[in-house]
């Protein structure tokens, strides 16, 4: 079985600070695990993935994120919160289970202040 | 740079009457997959599609649905006989050779049953 948890449904932090959105994972395979923006009224854009390479995995826009095996965890972080990141953010895992499914987490919403 | 469409961007329909949702994946890629979002809520995994038959599809993906792949370049989701609580954005993604990469999205198609 596999599930995904994001721990915070709405993360609000000013422009400049650090950003850390938390995901927690369960999956009895090897997972692929991937983080995914979404805009306002848009589609879904990659921002990372883990599968199975280095633990410390960098994406665009300056986001990274570890994968923990001991923690079940992996978590998104930012050195420094930018207007433009304000959006919802969608932890996903995926694995073969026989199928190929993949299981996104309820999202956690990003808030900016000026 | 290649991208999956998806048409209609918006559908609206009549409870009862059947809809098909059509995706264009990229072109060189094997694995496709639908999902669904209503509004609000998380992204729901529905069906993946490999080498022209399913290879996973979740609870959601009862009768009412069936994909198909019916010339080598379209992906289509049909429901047919739709509920309202089939409204929700659907969106269709696919993978190059290896399931454990990134999906690419498309920018959605949303179903609206009166």
């Known amino acids: 079985a596999q599930s995904v948890t994001q721990l915070d449904s709405h993360v609000s932090v000013s422009e400049g600070t650090p950003v850390l959105l938390r995901c927690n994972y369960s999956?009895?395979?090897?997972?692929?695990l991937f983080w995914y923006v979404q805009h306002p009224n848009k589609g879904l854009q990659l921002l990372l993935k883990?599968?199975?390479?280095?633990?410390l995995v960098k994406g665009i826009n300056g986001f990274e994120a570890e994968f923990k095996k001991s923690e079940t965890s992996f978590h998104l972080t930012k050195p420094s919160a930018h207007m433009s990141d304000a959006a919802e953010y969608f932890c996903?895992?995926?694995?073969?289970?026989?199928?190929?499914?993949?299981?996104f987490g309820a999202g956690t919403r990003l808030f900016v202040k000026a | 740079e290649p991208e999956v469409t998806q048409t209609p961007s918006h559908q609206v329909t009549q409870m009862g009457q059947e809809v098909i949702l059509r995706c264009v994946p990229i072109?060189?890629?094997?694995?496709f997959y639908w999902y669904r979002q209503i509004l609000g809520q998380k992204v729901e995994f529905l069906v993946s599609?490999?080498?022209?038959?399913?290879?996973?599809k979740s609870e959601i993906f009862d009768d009412q649905f069936s994909v198909e792949r019916p010339d080598g370049s379209n992906f289509t989701l049909k429901i047919r006989s739709t509920k309202l609580e089939d409204s929700a954005m659907y969106f269709c993604?696919?993978?190059?050779?290896?399931?454990?990469?990134?999906?690419?999205f498309g920018p959605g198609t949303r179903l609206t049953v009166l």
């Open positions: 999956s009895s395979y090897s997972p692929s």
């Open positions: 599609f490999y080498n022209n038959e399913i290879s996973e």
């Open positions: 996903v895992v995926s694995a073969n289970t026989g199928g190929f499914k993949t299981i």
């Open positions: 072109s060189n890629h094997l694995y």
């Open positions: 883990y599968t199975s390479a280095a633990t």
């Open positions: 993604a696919s993978i190059w050779t290896n399931p454990y990469n990134e999906q690419f």
